[in-house]
């Protein structure tokens, strides 16, 4: 009988030796009711979890149970195989327990669950885990931070990873820490960059095989962007690939002067990666200073770009640069989801992208090549894309000095939240944003840890005079399928599952589960505060459970006993 | 509270007691950084800075919770207070310290640009009598018609008990001759047909996502879901019309002069 104080053998080890056995490993359905059977002998109240191998990541989405990543599968389509809710009983969900976050922040976080234990991310860097089917803790880790952090846009954290019994979270002081998932010990704490230098880290790493694969914050700092893999054994640094390329590196002429050295490129949320292409998919910042491009002449690669990177090596294969010499701040900063579709008559691998300038891409992902782009909210900037994908700007929209109106705004047509893509409906879901700002341009020097970012905006109107939407997007013919109108500006993301079912959540507070094909409301509660994070579902016991952070506070749902 | 913090903390504390020995010296030295130029060389400061919560124009931003630092400042009730908010930060919010190595010189100018936004209610010369105004916004107008003062007047309308503390008299002046120029949401008007097929007219108390909730003109309050709306329709134009034909100049300065006596008592 399994038992969580029982003595077992050392996370990794055990990671590796589950791994070397994967092949003679219990289906996970069986897995479930073996599980089942075990709790119900078991005289411990709480459940406990086998470790998490490579092979259960690659196959995270037959696990459906189970939330293993930020984005639920490697290649984060965030659609959940789940459908004891579905169409015909939405209707029935009620809230089942809620977790309060000591800390008053905005809750940011997707929560991992493993075998009915949930791993919920704080601000400012904390972590908790939870028993999913009552949200009563376990532990709590507490990260120090020093007091003069330098993060632009508040004290977030989005999720961790897990590895065998070993979660990795980013901090807000540019650490990377791993954790013992059962009892919330530190592993050890690796200082990823400098904080002072305006380094910070927000997103939720990303395993691949044996590494655990992390971004880094910073792009109103000027900062020089990476993407580095560590050892999770050991937390050494096995490979860093920076986002901006050094002198004598491609592309380093795409940046005039020294600017390279300050250009930003920040890489603050998760990637994917395709198992059989062995490519890592990783979405890259605004070039800085963010709205004064005079003092870095040139495309700026790689910034705005999505890169692919060698599994293995962290080499870059291919990039694709969405945004070119961009002056409103339009990271590439969204999640690259994965999935095989019928493309002009053939199967191909593509990568979905509704980017914040405003935006929708088809790419191919094996070779980075341009499919098809059209627009999916208001832009004013560019009047199209060329047949390379490349935008057609519009002349008179950079920044000035005396302000210019421009769509999309600073926070962009969509921006981190998580789009989601549900095979049943062949449909991209992203939230989305119409609206417009000026743009500012100042003159500013770097200086060190200060922030770079050359200017700024400003609405000219009241939010609610703007428009947000859930749009559902063809990616073979980038039109929009059907659009559910919500409050501006929202910043939720979206899930789907088997169950026909689209949950995500509205600025004004409500989580709501919409028809994935219609886009019909079919359920909606008021849980009073922003949502500014992206839903979940995971089962325990055979109970699906939907969860969403709202305000301060985990939410989790089922059907009415 | 580290050492290193808490040697920051003290040498703000220094400032703040130099502050005060220079205050009791002169009466005018306040923040001694508050020439054209420290205002200017603040405001540049506040834009790299600042703006990314607070907004290019120091207006706040409701998403990042950074408040409006152009009208009253809960927390900055004086220059000094302000100055250990920039140097030392709000615990446990997103209000973060500045840098160590930022010198003080650097903060007081951007207390100055903070000042300069705001402006002593008692140094506003008014051309014209606030003692008219109220006769005339009480007596010889509509305007109570539709605006509540301190309870007295009607719910039609933004309550102006305290106006005078967050306009000044130009957005006021603005207010009454250009009132469509911003409308808060919250006085937008919709006209909706419910699903039970009745139409209903009224201010936009409030809408979000799912629902929208109404005041028609019997001063009722509906709250009616957005499923099953036969019609929805919204006007964001203003109800109250322009006064810059209705009343003179004389009689515009005398309505903003009460307008921005509207305050609360003990100030």
Same mark, same amino acid.
């Given at each position: 009988?399994?038992?969580?104080?029982? +003595?077992?053998?050392?996370?990794?080890?055990?990671?590796?030796?589950?791994?070397?056995?994967?092949?003679?490993?219990?289906?996970?359905?069986?897995?479930?009711?073996?599980?089942?059977?075990?709790?119900?002998?078991?005289?411990?109240?709480?459940?406990?979890?086998?470790?998490?191998?490579?092979?259960?990541?690659?196959?995270?989405?037959?696990?459906?149970?189970?939330?293993?990543?930020?984005?639920?599968?490697?290649?984060?389509?965030?659609?959940?195989?789940?459908?004891?809710?579905?169409?015909?009983?939405?209707?029935?969900?009620?809230?089942?327990?809620?977790?309060?976050?000591?800390?008053?922040?905005?809750?940011?976080?997707?929560?991992?669950?493993?075998?009915?234990?949930?791993?919920?991310?704080?601000?400012?860097?904390?972590?908790?885990?939870?028993?999913?089917?009552?949200?009563?803790?376990?532990?709590?880790?507490?990260?120090?931070?020093?007091?003069?952090?330098?993060?632009?846009?508040?004290?977030?954290?989005?999720?961790?990873?897990?590895?065998?019994?070993?979660?990795?979270?980013?901090?807000?002081?540019?650490?990377?820490?791993?954790?013992?998932?059962?009892?919330?010990?530190?592993?050890?704490?690796?200082?990823?960059?400098?904080?002072?230098?305006?380094?910070? +880290?927000?997103?939720?790493?990303?395993?691949? +095989?044996? +590494?655990?694969?992390?971004?880094?914050?910073?792009?109103?700092?000027?900062?020089?962007?990476?993407?580095?893999?560590?050892?999770?054994?050991?937390?050494?640094?096995?490979?860093?690939?920076?986002?901006?390329?050094?002198?004598?590196?491609?592309?380093?002429?795409?940046?005039?002067?020294?600017?390279?050295?300050?250009?930003?490129?920040?890489?603050?949320?998760?990637?994917?990666?395709?198992?059989?292409?062995?490519?890592?998919?990783?979405?890259?910042?605004?070039?800085?200073?963010?709205?004064?491009?005079?003092?870095?002449?040139?495309?700026?690669?790689?910034?705005?770009?999505?890169?692919?990177?060698?599994?293995?090596?962290?080499?870059?294969?291919?990039?694709?640069?969405?945004?070119?010499?961009?002056?409103?701040?339009?990271?590439?900063?969204?999640?690259?989801?994965?999935?095989?579709?019928?493309?002009?008559?053939?199967?191909?691998?593509?990568?979905?992208?509704?980017?914040?300038?405003?935006?929708?891409?088809?790419?191919?992902?094996?070779?980075?090549?341009?499919?098809?782009?059209?627009?999916?909210?208001?832009?004013?900037?560019?009047?199209?894309?060329?047949?390379?994908?490349? @935008?057609?700007?519009?002349?008179?929209?950079?920044?000035?000095?005396?302000?210019?109106?421009?769509?999309?705004?600073?926070?962009?047509?969509?921006?981190?939240?998580?789009?989601?893509?549900?095979?049943?409906?062949?449909?991209?879901?992203?939230?989305?944003?119409?609206?417009?700002?000026?743009?500012?341009?100042?003159?500013?020097?770097?200086?060190?840890?200060?922030?770079?970012?050359?200017?700024?905006?400003?609405?000219?109107?009241?939010?609610?005079?703007?428009?947000?939407?859930?749009?559902?997007?063809? @990616?073979?013919?980038?039109?929009?399928?059907?659009?559910?109108?919500?409050?501006?500006?929202?910043?939720?993301?979206?899930?789907?599952?088997?169950?026909?079912?689209?949950?995500?959540?509205?600025?004004?507070?409500?989580?709501?589960?919409?028809?994935?094909?219609?886009?019909?409301?079919?359920?909606?509660?008021?849980?009073?505060?922003?949502?500014?994070?992206?839903?979940?579902?995971?089962?325990?016991?055979?109970?699906?459970?939907?969860?969403?952070?709202?305000?301060?506070?985990?939410?989790?749902?089922?059907?009415?006993? | 509270?580290?050492?290193?913090?808490?040697?920051?903390?003290?040498?703000?504390? &220094?400032?703040?007691?130099?502050?005060?020995?220079?205050?009791?010296?002169?009466?005018?030295?306040?923040?001694?950084?508050?020439?054209?130029?420290?205002?200017?060389?603040?405001?540049?400061?506040?834009?790299?800075?600042?703006?990314? &919560?607070?907004?290019?124009?120091?207006?706040?931003?409701? /998403?990042?919770?950074?408040?409006?630092?152009?009208?009253?400042?809960?927390?900055?009730?004086?220059?000094?207070?302000?100055?250990?908010?920039?140097?030392?930060?709000?615990?446990?919010?997103?209000?973060?310290?500045?840098?160590?190595?930022?010198?003080?010189?650097?903060?007081?100018?951007?207390?100055?640009?903070?000042?300069?936004?705001?402006?002593?209610?008692?140094?506003?010369?008014?051309?014209?009598?606030?003692?008219?105004?109220?006769?005339?916004?009480?007596?010889?107008?509509? &305007?109570?018609? &539709?605006?509540?003062?301190?309870?007295?007047?009607?719910?039609?309308?933004?309550?102006?008990?305290?106006?005078?503390?967050?306009?000044?008299?130009?957005?006021?002046?603005?207010?009454?001759?250009?009132?469509?120029?911003?409308?808060?949401?919250?006085?937008?008007?919709?006209?909706?047909?419910?699903?039970?097929?009745?139409?209903?007219?009224?201010?936009?108390?409030?809408?979000?996502?799912?629902?929208?909730?109404?005041?028609?003109?019997?001063?009722?309050?509906?709250?009616?879901?957005?499923?099953?709306?036969?019609?929805?329709?919204?006007?964001?134009?203003?109800?109250?019309?322009?006064?810059?034909?209705?009343?003179?100049?004389?009689?515009?300065?005398?309505?903003?002069?009460?307008?921005?006596?509207?305050?609360? /008592?003990?100030?």
């Amino acid at each position: 009988m399994r038992h969580p104080n029982s +003595k077992r053998p050392a996370p990794l080890l055990a990671a590796l030796l589950a791994g070397a056995l994967a092949a003679a490993q219990i289906p996970a359905p069986a897995q479930a009711q073996a599980q089942a059977q075990e709790q119900a002998l078991s005289t411990v109240i709480t459940p406990a979890f086998s470790p998490i191998t490579w092979d259960r990541l690659v196959n995270a989405g037959s696990e459906p149970e189970n939330w293993l990543m930020y984005s639920g599968t490697l290649d984060s389509q965030r659609h959940s195989l789940l459908d004891a809710v579905n169409t015909e009983n939405v209707t029935e969900l009620e809230m089942k327990w809620a977790y309060q976050i000591p800390v008053i922040d905005r809750a940011e976080t997707v929560p991992l669950v493993v075998d009915g234990i949930m791993f919920i991310t704080e601000a400012p860097s904390n972590v908790t885990a939870v028993d999913a089917r009552t949200g009563r803790p376990y532990w709590r880790y507490d990260h120090p931070l020093p007091e003069d952090l330098r993060i632009c846009c508040g004290r977030n954290n989005r999720g961790v990873a897990i590895l065998g019994e070993t979660l990795f979270m980013s901090t807000l002081d540019a650490h990377l820490v791993a954790i013992d998932a059962r009892t919330g010990n530190l592993l050890w704490d690796t200082e990823v960059a400098e904080y002072s230098s305006g380094y910070s +880290k927000t997103a939720a790493p990303l395993i691949v +095989k044996d +590494k655990v694969i992390t971004g880094i914050a910073g792009g109103e700092f000027g900062i020089r962007g990476f993407i580095d893999a560590y050892d999770p054994a050991t937390g050494e640094l096995i490979w860093r690939t920076h986002t901006i390329p050094g002198p004598g590196e491609f592309g380093n002429d795409t940046w005039l002067g020294d600017s390279w050295a300050t250009g930003g490129s920040a890489t603050w949320i998760t990637g994917s990666y395709d198992p059989e292409l062995n490519q890592i998919y990783w979405g890259t910042g605004n070039p800085g200073p963010d709205w004064n491009g005079d003092v870095r002449l040139g495309d700026n690669l790689y910034s705005d770009s999505v890169l692919a990177l060698n599994g293995d090596t962290g080499e870059i294969e291919w990039h694709f640069q969405f945004t070119p010499h961009d002056v409103h701040d339009y990271d590439a900063i969204q999640i690259p989801i994965l999935a095989d579709i019928e493309f002009g008559g053939e199967r191909r691998n593509t990568m979905l992208w509704a980017n914040r300038n405003g935006f929708f891409y088809t790419l191919d992902r094996a070779t980075g090549e341009f499919l098809l782009g059209e627009t999916y909210a208001t832009v004013t900037w560019a009047s199209g894309l060329d047949a390379n994908g490349a @935008p057609i700007r519009v002349p008179g929209m950079a920044p000035t000095y005396e302000g210019v109106m421009v769509s999309p705004p600073i926070v962009g047509a969509t921006n981190w939240y998580s789009p989601a893509f549900n095979p049943d409906t062949g449909l991209f879901y992203v939230t989305s944003f119409d609206g417009e700002q000026e743009f500012f341009k100042r003159d500013e020097d770097y200086e060190e840890g200060e922030r770079y970012t050359g200017g700024g905006g400003r609405y000219t109107q009241p939010m609610d005079a703007f428009h947000s939407a859930i749009r559902a997007i063809d @990616p073979t013919t980038v039109n929009i399928a059907w659009e559910f109108p919500i409050m501006p500006r929202s910043s939720a993301g979206i899930t789907t599952t088997a169950g026909g079912l689209l949950f995500s959540g509205s600025v004004d507070g409500y989580f709501f589960a919409l028809d994935a094909a219609s886009g019909e409301e079919l359920w909606n509660i008021s849980l009073g505060a922003r949502v500014h994070a992206a839903p979940m579902t995971y089962a325990v016991d055979g109970e699906q459970f939907v969860t969403i952070a709202s305000g301060n506070v985990v939410f989790s749902f089922g059907l009415r006993d | 509270m580290n050492l290193h913090s808490r040697l920051i903390a003290s040498a703000a504390g &220094c400032a703040f007691l130099s502050f005060l020995a220079q205050a009791a010296l002169a009466e005018d030295a306040g923040n001694l950084y508050n020439t054209i130029v420290d205002i200017r060389m603040g405001e540049r400061y506040f834009e790299r800075q600042c703006s990314r &919560c607070h907004g290019f124009d120091a207006k706040g931003n409701d /998403e990042t919770g950074a408040p409006d630092l152009t009208g009253r400042l809960t927390r900055g009730g004086s220059d000094a207070a302000i100055f250990n908010i920039i140097r030392e930060g709000i615990p446990g919010t997103a209000m973060l310290p500045v840098a160590a190595d930022v010198p003080d010189p650097q903060v007081w100018q951007t207390v100055a640009y903070l000042d300069s936004l705001r402006y002593d209610p008692e140094s506003v010369s008014l051309a014209g009598d606030a003692e008219a105004g109220r006769e005339l916004f009480w007596n010889g107008s509509d &305007c109570a018609d &539709c605006h509540m003062v301190r309870g007295r007047g009607s719910r039609s309308g933004p309550d102006l008990s305290r106006i005078g503390e967050n306009r000044s008299p130009d957005d006021l002046l603005a207010d009454l001759v250009n009132p469509n120029e911003s409308v808060a949401p919250r006085w937008w008007r919709l006209r909706v047909t419910g699903a039970d097929g009745v139409a209903r007219e009224g201010y936009r108390m409030n809408e979000d996502s799912f629902s929208l909730r109404i005041m028609d003109d019997a001063e009722n309050l509906w709250s009616i879901p957005k499923e099953g709306l036969q019609a929805y329709e919204r006007m964001e134009n203003s109800t109250m019309p322009s006064y810059a034909e209705i009343l003179s100049e004389g009689e515009l300065d005398n309505l903003v002069a009460y307008l921005f006596s509207l305050r609360r /008592e003990e100030i």
